[in-house]
Structures are given as C-alpha cells and as structure tokens.
C-alpha cells in the first residue's frame, strides 16, 4: 500500500484535481484506490459528486477514533473509496493538547486497520497546520503539485524545509516527487520555471505535466472526474499518463 500525500501549503495549484482524477485513473488501471479528503473545505469530497457535506467523516476518524469503514463512501466502485471531510475537521487544526501525538492521529487511524488499498492519496489543504503534518507523518511519498509561476517556485522551497523538519520525527524517509500543474504549453515563463524545477529536483519531477484545460476546471461543479466528463480529451490522457508515471516511478 502506498500513501501519498498531495501536498502544497500554496493555494490553488492543483492538489484537488490531481487528487481525484489521478485516483481515478490509478483505479481504472486496476488498482484498489481510497481518497481521503483533508481540507475543511471539502472540495474533493464535492468534486467527487457529493455535494452535501456529510456530518462524519475523516473528522470522526481524528477526533473520536471512529474507524473508517464507518464513514467510507463508495462513489463509483468498490476500488475508488471516498473519506469524506466532515463538518469538524477545522478542529484538528486547533488541537492544544497532545503534543506529537496530534501530528500522527491520521498515521495511528491508517495503521490500526487492515486495509487491502493499493493507493491512499491524501488531499491537503493550502496551509501548513497539523492536518497536513497529519498526512506528512502517515505518508510514505509526498506528491508536490507546482504550478507554472515564480511565486509556485518559492513556495516549493519552503515546503521542502517544513517536510525536512517532519523527516527528523519519521521513522523513515519520504519520497518526494513534484508534479507540474496547470501548465501552460505556450507561455515562455512556464517553460522557464519547467527547466528550473528540473535543474532543482533532478529524478524527482514525474514526466507528465497536467495542462491548463477549460475541462478540468469544469469538472468539480457537476461533481465528474474528466473520465466521466471527456473520457477522449487531452486532460484525461495526462492524467492516465500521470499515473502510469506514478506507478512506474518515472521520472525527468
Ligand atoms: N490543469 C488545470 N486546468 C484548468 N483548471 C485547473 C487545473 N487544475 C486546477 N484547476 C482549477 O483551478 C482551481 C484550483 O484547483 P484545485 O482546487 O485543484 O487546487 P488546490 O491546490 O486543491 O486548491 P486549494 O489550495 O484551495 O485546496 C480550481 O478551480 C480547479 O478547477
Ligand atoms: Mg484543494
């Protein structure tokens, strides 16, 4: 079982979409997938069709020990599971007692069950707080979404010396690989900050990058993946692309 966190403290750059349309397409290559929504805001919850929030979700799973199977949902299939966000999962975050412990709830609730998943892709949200030192400390890879921008590039920077900080309370390293977002194939900068996260991040950056496409953007508000929205586009081969990289560890 591989967990993945989707990760960017920066807002905007993608993590969502990648999260539900990678898992996606990591399911419909055969593999069993479960998505846990960890943003308070709830948007891969609603991206995948549910637009009411519902009252329990990985919130429970935190605070009250709750298993998982109680609030799973099965959105398409037995092998793509939802966790939704639940309305109390903004409380994580302002957890005072606990110390360490309140960073590794996510990773004791992953390990106290017997799950049978070939993927667990964490979505985080754009912020730095204890529900993604939660995904940090139960993950096994980071996957680190950049948008083509020069302020996307300072944010890696940063990001990479909070994950450096997580590793010291790890028990073992984690895999980082950085995916190009968003990308714009026409724009001379985007190009330009592409060559510099590969002078950067040598073997770390996947080999597909997920273009800019009206499509994608449209698909949260009726709730598809781009696989149920426009099976044949662009967007949809990128993303099947993205998880054959994933899968292969394939790399620039
Ligand atoms: N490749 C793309 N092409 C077009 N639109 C995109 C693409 N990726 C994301 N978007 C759109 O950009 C917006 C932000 O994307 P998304 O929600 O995936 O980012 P995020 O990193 O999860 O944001 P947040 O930090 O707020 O959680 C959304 O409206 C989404 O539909
Ligand atoms: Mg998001």
Redesign the pocket.
């Known amino acids: 079982m591989r967990i993945i966190a989707v990760i ?1 403290q ?10 539900a349309n990678l898992g996606h397409a990591l399911q419909k290559a055969g593999n069993r997938v479960m998505l846990i929504d960890l ?1 308070p ?1 709830g ?2 919850t609603t ?1 995948l069709g549910i637009f009411k929030l519902p009252k329990n979700g990985i919130d429970s799973v935190l605070l009250d020990q709750a298993s998982l199977q109680t609030v799973e949902i099965h959105t398409r299939d037995n092998n793509l599971v939802l966790i939704p966000a639940g309305g109390r999962l903004v409380e994580v975050e302002h957890l005072n007692d606990g110390g360490v412990s309140r960073a590794t709830l996510l990773d004791a609730a992953l390990q106290r069950e017997e799950l049978d998943y070939d993927y667990v892709l964490l ?4 912020a730095s707080g204890l529900l993604s030192a939660n995904a940090i400390m139960a993950a096994d890879e980071a996957l680190i ?1 950049v ?1 083509g921008d020069y302020l996307s590039l300072n944010g890696v920077a940063h990001l990479l010396s909070t994950l450096k900080k997580f590793e010291a309370l790890r028990s073992k390293a984690l895999q980082q690989w950085v995916v190009i ?3 714009h194939t026409r724009r001379r900068l985007a190009k330009e900050v592409r060559t510099k996260l590969l002078n950067h991040f040598p073997n770390k950056v996947l080999m597909t990058e ?11 508000a009726i709730g598809r993946t781009i696989f149920e929205f426009r099976r044949t586009s662009n ?1 949809a081969k ?1 993303f099947e692309q993205l998880a054959q990289d994933l899968i292969e560890r394939r790399t620039h």
């Not at 920066?10 to 999260?19: R, S």
């Open positions: 960017n920066k807002g905007g750059v993608g993590k969502t979409t990648i999260t943003d805001q948007q891969l991206s979505d985080c949200p754009p979404p948008s977002s968003r990308f997920i273009k800019e496409a009206a499509a994608l953007a449209e698909c949260p967007s990128d």
